[in-house]
């Protein structure tokens, strides 16, 4: 096992993996910016080591800084948590040029998944269902007008290296993919250096449901179940919970070994997600994710396994010790995401928290570093804080995450507390009745309503 971990992250996941370094008895590194000097996972770290200005790239996508903190600390692995380095192969060959474990899959599975098309091509090998699509990228508008003619309209045009919802553009007409293939390469270039694209077939109603696997280095694989992500605003989740409304047990673990068997196939090791688009009781695979995801605490409250620290011991080369057999699912769990933002506008909104209280109680658990006196500093994600309600029923965890939201005290900044408790107010999400459209829907709506008032 290692003896010290750095963890190459912020915020409530740079805290998150103390935590399971901590109850695994390893010590912990902190890196931060100058903008992070006050943050609780800098105090709580066995050790910290400031390695730049506020701005990312000049302190968290710092590699050479990085790689010289885990020397100068002794540290044995990094743990980079998501976003930032966490899906870079090239840092990852960085760390194992300088003798460090990286804690996440090889460098040619991250390469593979990072690639949407690659991924796709992967996934169609490996027995994953796609979405129906091109072949491939697709260099020319004459060539997006025939395969989107072919395929018939409406159509996505998404970039192969995108993330974070950046690079799709929709068109429901040959007029339209005019402009939406021209816009997605724009937007893919200046956000991810690449303008490659390819084309699917934009469904129309599904919803986001995905699934989270676990694999050791010698083919053992289980899944933990799905997480429904359809409640999404620009591309964005907002709240997420398992098991999915829309899902029986049957779908469940036939999905669930589908997507073992891949991974088998692939020869994939360590945490990973695969993200489908569900509709009319079909899953269409749409890219994997090779690292921990925002919402993994809700399968961690229904199966009781933590999946950080199931990471670290996978990296340090222990097997799993159990079977899909061994893994059960008890209750429902639900995650809603905490943002220093407008309810309304979405206008980031950082500054100090004059005062907070975090809700408690029989399964409730709040993720978050943020604490009274603590200034939210504005060069970062808006995510402050994860509240996450596990209970019996899927009726009981509703009861309970709206009365949890009603505790939560964050003052002194605007945060998205109240666009959660309307949504979880309204009968659509009550009856589990909505994709991955709804959301959008529901808050035009209420600004139409709001207009005319
Ligand atoms: P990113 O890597 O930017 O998160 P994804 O491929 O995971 O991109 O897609 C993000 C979201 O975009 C999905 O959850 C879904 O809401 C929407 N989306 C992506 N592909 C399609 C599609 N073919 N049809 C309908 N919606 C899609």
């Not at 901590?22 to 890196?31: C, D, M, N, P």
């Not at 269902?129 to 018939?152: F, N, Y």
Request: with cysteine; hydrophobic share 40%.
């Amino acid at each position: 096992m290692f003896e010290k971990v750095l963890i190459a992250n912020r915020g409530e996941i740079a805290l998150r993996i103390h935590r399971a370094c901590r109850e695994l008895g390893i010590k912990t590194v902190a890196v931060h910016s100058e903008a992070d000097t006050d943050a609780m996972h800098v105090r709580l770290a066995d050790e910290a080591v400031c390695i730049g200005p506020a701005k990312s790239a000049d302190s968290y996508l710092n590699k050479a800084a990085i790689i010289s903190a885990a020397h100068i600390t002794g540290a044995d692995a990094i743990h980079p948590g998501f976003g930032f380095l966490s899906e870079n192969a090239d840092f990852v060959e960085m760390c194992d040029a300088h003798g460090l474990n990286f804690i996440g899959p090889s460098t040619e599975h991250m390469r593979t998944m990072g690639d949407k098309i690659a991924a796709r091509e992967a996934a169609i090998k490996s027995g994953l269902p796609v979405v129906p699509g091109s072949d491939g990228e697709i260099k020319t508008i004459e060539e997006a007008i025939k395969v989107s003619e072919d395929m018939g309209y409406p159509v996505i045009v998404k970039a192969a290296h995108g993330g974070g919802g950046k690079g799709m553009k929709i068109a429901y007409s040959t007029e339209e993919l005019k402009e939406a293939f021209r816009m997605a390469r724009t937007e893919a270039k200046a956000a991810f250096g690449n303008d490659t694209v390819y084309i699917e077939k934009f469904l129309q109603k599904p919803r986001h449901i995905e699934i989270q696997i676990l694999a050791d280095k010698y083919g053992n694989c289980v899944h933990l179940g799905e997480r429904d992500c359809s409640l999404q605003r620009n591309q964005q989740k907002v709240l997420e919970e398992t098991s999915s409304p829309a899902l029986n047990d049957e779908e469940r673990a036939k999905i669930g070994k589908v997507c073992t068997d891949a991974m088998k196939n692939l020869g994939y090791y360590n945490a990973g997600t695969i993200e489908f688009l569900f509709e009319e009781g079909e899953f269409y695979f749409i890219e994997m994710n090779t690292r921990l995801q925002v919402e993994h605490p809700i399968t961690e409250m229904v199966t009781d396994i933590d999946i950080v620290k199931e990471q670290i011991r996978i990296a340090s080369g222990a097997t799993l010790g159990y079977t899909q057999d061994d893994i059960t699912f008890e209750g429902h769990a639900i995650e809603c995401r905490i943002n220093a933002e407008d309810p309304e506008t979405f206008i980031p909104c950082p500054g100090k928290i004059t005062s907070y209280h975090a809700p408690g109680g029989l399964g409730i658990r709040v993720d978050s570093g943020i604490y009274s006196g603590y200034k939210i500093p504005p060069h970062y994600d808006s995510m402050i804080a994860k509240l996450i309600v596990r209970g019996k029923t899927r009726n009981a965890c509703l009861m309970r995450l709206k009365r949890a939201l009603e505790e939560f005290v964050i003052d002194g900044i605007s945060t998205t507390i109240p666009l959660q408790q309307k949504i979880i107010a309204q009968p659509d999400f009550i009856d589990g009745n909505y994709n991955i459209h709804w959301l959008e829907k529901f808050m035009a709506a209420e600004q139409a309503k709001k207009e005319a008032s």
